[in-house]
């Protein structure tokens, strides 16, 4: 748990999220601002900023939010149509939220 981390307190179960997805590694929980019919945020539970700040000892972690990605499309029902994921790194990139996720986006069908 890192202070002042938003998802962090998700996972401390001091924010409220709607979480889809759970086990030994990862949590998913519906984004709050949706910008799919279906979108959820997939996060390790070990706290890191951002790509960049994974190691190699995160290899097998990261794989595992596509791992888990995977596994709630099936059970969703979106495997078959298919299903769009993002990761945002640093300002730049978009990332706002400085706590690694992976964006499953599915329920309507994405342009390029
Ligand atoms: P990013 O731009 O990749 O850092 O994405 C952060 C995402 O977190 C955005 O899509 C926000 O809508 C989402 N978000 C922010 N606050 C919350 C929250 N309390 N619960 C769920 N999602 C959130
Ligand atoms: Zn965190």
Redesign the pocket.
Known sequence: MTEDC?FCK?LAGD?P?DVVYSDEFVIA?????P?APFHV?IIPRKHIATLNDTGDDDIELTGRLFSAAKAIAAEQGFAEDGYRMM??CGEGG????FHL?L?LMAGKTFNA
Do not use: A, W
């Open positions: 938003l998700i924010v999220s929980f519906k984004d709050i601002y910008k945020l990761m945002n978009g990332q706002i939220i996720h964006h």
